[in-house]
T-cell receptor, first 113, second 114 residues
């Protein structure tokens, strides 16, 4: 069975400092992994995805994530936070051939001026 | 523009009433999904459909029903049997088997029981 654990429910950073949002996954099969962002009362927007190609994945708005199989991790990073990055972020796993996406419980990112 | 349209954005329901949430997509996707979002719990799968005229229960299907008569449409009915329906509901679609393919989301419907 697949599962996703987002290690922090809330993260606060100052504007201009790096962002690290942590995600560990569990999957019996070769997983596909995604990060989504959600602004208040909005739908989810895809930031980036890993599908067994390059382990370092670049996404939109300067975000990137590294797939580490040995650590079963897929942490999301950004070198310099902007105020507009304040939102909730979800790590998602799916396994090949399944129709289910498994969501983490989310990390709320706060960016301080 | 291609995308997923959910309506209405806000919905109020009296206890004991059934309500239907609309979800329409023009992405030509085969698979569609309904999720429920509650604070601190992430998204939980209610129902999903892989093709027209077929759908499967997700993890929290009790008190909900769906239909998939057209590829573009996947309405969700919240019945009076749903004990705690107040939540944010998200519809999504994907090309097919999600391994490797991302889901696209609508803007959500916030349902409140009054």
């Amino acid at each position: 069975a697949q599962s996703v654990t987002q290690l922090d429910s809330h993260v606060s950073v100052s504007e201009g400092t790096p962002v690290l949002l942590r995600c560990n996954y569990s999957s019996s099969y070769s997983p596909s992994l995604f990060w989504y962002v959600q602004h208040p009362n909005k739908g989810l927007q895809l930031l980036l995805k890993y599908t067994s190609a390059a382990t370092l994945v670049k996404g939109i708005n300067g975000f990137e994530a590294e797939f580490k199989k040995s650590e079963t991790s897929f942490h999301l990073t950004k070198p310099s936070a902007h105020m507009s990055d304040a939102a909730e972020y979800f790590c998602v796993v799916s396994a090949s051939g399944t129709y289910k996406y498994i969501f983490g419980t989310g990390t709320r990112l706060k960016v301080l001026a | 523009d291609g995308g997923i349209t959910q309506s209405p954005k806000y919905l109020f329901r009296k206890e004991g009433q059934n309500v239907t949430l609309s979800c329409e997509q023009n992405l030509n996707h085969d698979a569609m999904y309904w999720y429920r979002q509650d604070p601190g719990q992430g998204l939980r799968l209610i129902y999903y459909s892989q093709i027209v005229n077929d759908f499967q229960k997700g993890d929290i299907a009790e008190g909900y029903s769906v239909s998939r008569e057209k590829k573009e449409s996947f309405p969700l009915t919240v019945t009076s049997a749903q004990k705690n329906p107040t939540a944010f509901y998200l519809c999504a679609s994907s090309i097919g088997a999600p391994g490797g393919t991302e889901a696209f989301f609508g803007q959500g419907t916030r349902l409140t029981v009054v």
